[in-house]
C-alpha cells in the first residue's frame, strides 16, 4: 500500500475516533457535579435569573440537542467562552498550545534522546555493571513526584546557585520576545537574529526541560532495554550470530529491528506525559495548556475544562497518526497490513 | 583425517537453584563420531536428546549456562573448543555454515534478501560489493530459485517457507563452507518442498565438496538422504555407523524399538513397537546405560557403563547385550 492511500484510510478511521472523543468530553462535563449556571449566576441570584442563565446556555434543551449543538459548535472552531478568561477557549487554547508542545517536545526529545541509547546499551548486556546502574537511575526517575523535582531544581538552580533564571514563565519579564512565526520564543528568536531574546527563552527552558526529560527518559529506558532484549533472542538475531557476523553487524541490527516498538511507545510517552507536563508548567509558571486545563478543572470553568480534554484527545490522534505514518515509512512489512 | 571430529564431548548446564546448591543437567556427555568431506550424516533422536545442543556445541554458539566441560571437537585439524571467540565467529558462516529451522523468521525482516546474502559475504573476506553481488545472485540460481534478480529484491515475509529454506541455504553458501550443518532444516515445510529442499542439500554436498550434518527426528530422512547415523539418546550417541548397516541390523534395543515404531512398519505389520517410558532426567541420569529403564533387555550389567563395541567397521554401539540381542527378532524392546 503506498503512502497516501494508507494516510487517507488512518485518516478516515479518525473520524469515529473524534466523535466518540467528542461524546466522551460532552458527557465528561455533564455528569460532573459542576454547576455552571450557579457559578455563573452566583449566591445572590434569584429564580428568574437562573432560570435566564440555563436558557441562555440552552441547558433547557434535551441531552441530545445539547450535544448536536455542542458538535455544531466544534466543527465551527467554536468551543464556548471561558468565564475564567472571558475569551473564546479556542483562543486560549491556541495561543498556549505552542508554549506546551515546545516544553513537551524538547522535554520528551531530550529523554528519548537520553533514554534510547542508555536502554539499549543496557540490554547489550543484561545485569552487567552498566545495566544495573541504569536500573536504579530509571528506578529513581519513576519514583520521584514531578513537583518536587521541579521545585527542588528551583530551589537548587534558582535560589542557591543562581544558574537558572525564576520559575516564572517562558521569557525574561524585561525582554520584549521576538515576533512570532512558530510560537516558540527560542526558535523566534534565533530566526530573527534577536541574540538576547533566545538566550533568554533558552535559559527558561532549561530547568523545566531538563525536569521533563528525566521523567520521561525513566520509561524509555526500561521499555527500550526490555525491546532490545527480545530483539536479540529473535530467530533472526541468534542466526545472524550464528552466521558470524561481526558484533557491530549484529548490534546495528538489533538497533534497527527495535525501532518500530521504541518509536510507538516514545509516541504513547508524548501523549501519556501531559499530566506531567501540566505539573510542570504549574510549578515553572509556564502558562501553557496544561497549566491552563489544571486552573480551569480547579476553578470549575467547565468550558474550558471541556476544550482542555478535546485538545489533549485530538493531539492523541495527531501523535499517533504520525507515529503510524513514520512506522509505515521505516517498516517493510507494514504495507502488508 | 576426518573434515570433522567430536571426541568425547560433554556440555553441561550448571545452575544454582534457590538454595544455591550447585544443579548439573548433563545435557552431552562424551558425544564422539566422525564426519568426511563429502558424507553426510545424520544425527536422529528424541526430543531433549541432545542433538541441536551438539550442533550449538561445534559451533560455539552456547549461551550460559551451558558450558563445554570435556571433550574436543577437531575441525579441519583445529580445536574449536581451545579456539577465541572472536576466532569462531570468522568460521561461522564462512567454513561451518549453518541451516536453521524456521527459516522465515530467521532471516532479518528489515532488510532485502540480496542484501542479508551481500552483508554475510562482507563479514567474511574483502569483497567489492559488485563481487558480493554477483555471488549472491550465482548462489540464489545454485538454490534453484528463479529469477535470483526478482528474489534479491525480495523482503523476507514475502518468501514462502520453502523458498526462504532455499535463501538461507544459499547464504550458507555464500563463503563457500566445507561443512554445513542442518539443525531440522524441514520442519514446518510441506512434504513436497521437505523432499525438494533435501534433495537440494544433498545434491550441493556433492557439488561443492562440503560435508553435512542433518539435525532430525525423522528416520525417513535419514534413511533418504544421509550416509551415516548417530542415534542419540539422552546426550549420548547409543549407535552410529553407516544408514544401509543400521537400518539392515540395527544393534542397540533403542535404535531397534526407533525403527519398529515407525509408521512404514506399522502398516506392514512388522511391529508397530512404541517406546514406552519417559526420557531420563538430565540432572539426575541413571547409572550406566542411560536407556537402561525404559529397555526390556536391561540386567545388572547395565547398571555399569555400557561399552562401545564394535560390530562391524565403523558400526559403534553401545549396549552390553548388542551382539546376542542382534539375531533376536527386531523391535520388541520397551
Known amino acids: ?38 457559578l455563573l449566576a452566583g449566591p445572590t441570584a434569584t429564580q428568574a435569573e437562573f432560570d435566564m442563565i440555563r436558557r441562555n446556555l440552552g441547558l433547557d434543551e434535551p441531552l441530545w440537542r445539547q450535544f448536536t449543538i455542542y458538535v455544531g459548535n466544534v466543527l465551527q472552531g467554536d468551543l464556548g467562552r471561558s468565564w475564567l478568561s472571558n475569551r473564546a477557549v479556542l483562543t486560549d487554547i491556541l495561543e498556549r498550545s505552542v508554549a506546551s508542545l515546545e516544553l513537551l517536545f524538547w522535554g520528551v526529545g531530550l529523554g528519548a534522546l537520553i533514554g534510547i541509547p542508555i536502554g539499549l546499551k543496557a540490554a547489550f548486556r543484561p545485569n552487567g555493571t552498566f545495566d544495573q546502574v541504569s536500573r536504579i537511575g530509571s528506578l529513581l ?26 520559575g516564572m514563565g517562558r521569557m525574561s519579564l524585561m525582554i520584549s520576545p521576538p515576533d512570532f512565526i512558530t510560537g516558540s520564543y527560542l526558535i523566534d528568536g534565533l530566526l530573527q537574529a534577536e541574540w538576547r531574546a533566545a538566550r533568554s527563552a533558552f535559559s527558561h527552558l532549561v530547568l523545566p526541560v531538563i525536569c521533563m526529560a528525566i521523567i520521561s527518559a525513566a520509561p524509555i529506558i526500561k521499555h527500550t532495554r526490555a525491546i532490545a ?51 510542570i508548567e504549574y510549578v515553572f509558571a509556564w502558562g501553557g495548556v496544561g497549566q491552563y486545563g489544571l486552573n480551569a478543572i480547579v476553578r470549575g470553568d467547565f468550558t474550558a475544562v471541556q476544550g482542555y480534554v478535546l485538545a489533549l484527545a485530538l493531539f492523541s490522534v495527531i501523535v499517533f497518526l504520525v507515529v503510524d505514518v513514520v512506522v509505515h515509512l521505516i517498516e517493510p512489512r507494514a504495507g502488508r497490513a | ?68 566441560v570435556g571433550g574436543r571437537v577437531t575441525f579441519d585439524g583445529q580445536d574449536l573448543t581451545a579456539m577465541s571467540p572472536e576466532a569462531l565467529n570468522r568460521l561461522r558462516g564462512a567454513q561451518i555454515a549453518l541451516v536453521v529451522q524456521n527459516p522465515r523468521t530467521s532471516l532479518d525482516p528489515l532488510s532485502r534478501v540480496g542484501d542479508q546474502l551481500v552483508r554475510i559475504h562482507q563479514a ?101 538422504y544421509c550416509d551415516e547415523v ?12 553407516p544408514v544401509r548397516t543400521i537400518f539392515g541390523a540395527p544393534g542397540h534395543p533403542y535404535t531397534q524399538a526407533l525403527i519398529a515404531a515407525t509408521p512404514e512398519r506399522k502398516r506392514i505389520g512388522g511391529g508397530g513397537a512404541q517406546i514406552g517410558g519417559e526420557p531420563p532426567d538430565l540432572y539426575n541420569l541413571p547409572s550406566g546405560c542411560p536407556v537402561r529403564l525404559r529397555c526390556a533387555h536391561a540386567t545388572e550389567v547395565c547398571a555399569t557403563t555400557p561399552p562401545e563395541r564394535a560390530m562391524a567397521p565403523g558400526h559403534m554401539v553401545r549396549c552390553h547385550h548388542a551382539g546376542a540381542l542382534r539375531d533376536r527378532t527386531r523391535g520388541s524392546v520397551a
Open chain 1, 141 to 166: 526517575g519513576f519514583s520521584i513526584p514531578t513537583y518536587w523535582l521541579g521545585l527542588v531544581m528551583l530551589f537548587v538552580f534558582f535560589y542557591l546557585l543562581r544558574w537558572a533564571p525564576p
Open chain 2, 230 to 241: 548417530a542415534v542419540m539418546f539422552a546426550g549420548t550417541i547409543v549407535e552410529s555407523g
Open chain 2, 124 to 224: 567474511h573476506g574483502r569483497h567489492s560489493q559488485a563481487a558480493s553481488r554477483k555471488r549472491a545472485l550465482e548462489m540464489l540460481a545454485a538454490v534453484g530459485i528463479p529469477d535470483p534478480e526478482g528474489r534479491a529484491k525480495a523482503w523476507p515475509h514475502e518468501l514462502s517457507g520453502g523458498m526462504a529454506q532455499r535463501v538461507l541455504i544459499a547464504m550458507a553458501l555464500m563463503n563457500g563452507p566445507r561443512l554445513l550443518i542442518a539443525d531440522e532444516p524441514t520442519t514446518g515445510l510441506d512434504v513436497t518442498v521437505q523432499a525438494q529442499i533435501l534433495d537440494l542439500m544433498r545434491d550441493l554436498v556433492q557439488r561443492f565438496g562440503m560435508a553435512m550434518m542433518i539435525i532430525t527426528h525423522d528416520l525417513g530422512v535419514v534413511a533418504h
Open chain 1, 1 to 38: 500500500m503506498n503512502l497516501g492511500s494508507f494516510l487517507l484510510r488512518r485518516l478516515l478511521m479518525a473520524i469515529p475516533m473524534v466523535i466518540g472523543i467528542l461524546f466522551v468530553t460532552f458527557m465528561l462535563v455533564r455528569i460532573g457535579s459542576l454547576d455552571p449556571v450557579g
Open chain 1, 229 to 279: 532484549l527480545e530483539v536479540m533472542t529473535s530467530d533472526a538475531v541468534r542466526y545472524a550470530r550464528a552466521c558470524g557476523l561481526p558484533r557491530r553487524t549484529v548490534r546495528r541490527m538489533v538497533m534497527r529491528n527495535s525501532a518500530t516498538p521504541v518509536i510507538t511507545f516514545v509516541g504513547t510517552e508524548l501523549t501519556g506525559l501531559v499530566g506531567t507536563l501540566s505539573l
Open chain 2, 1 to 68: 583425517m576426518s573434515l570433522l571430529k567430536v571426541e568425547g564431548l560433554s556440555t553441561h548446564f550448571i545452575s544454582r537453584d534457590i538454595d544455591n546448591r550447585m544443579r548439573v543437567a548433563k545435557a552431552l556427555s562424551g558425544v564422539s563420531f566422525a564426519l568426511d568431506t563429502g558424507r553426510v550424516l545424520g544425527i536422529i533422536g528424541e526430543t531433549g536428546a541432545g542433538k541441536s545442543l551438539t550442533a550449538q556445541s561445534i559451533c560455539g554458539l552456547l549461551k550460559p549456562p551451558a558450558r563445554i
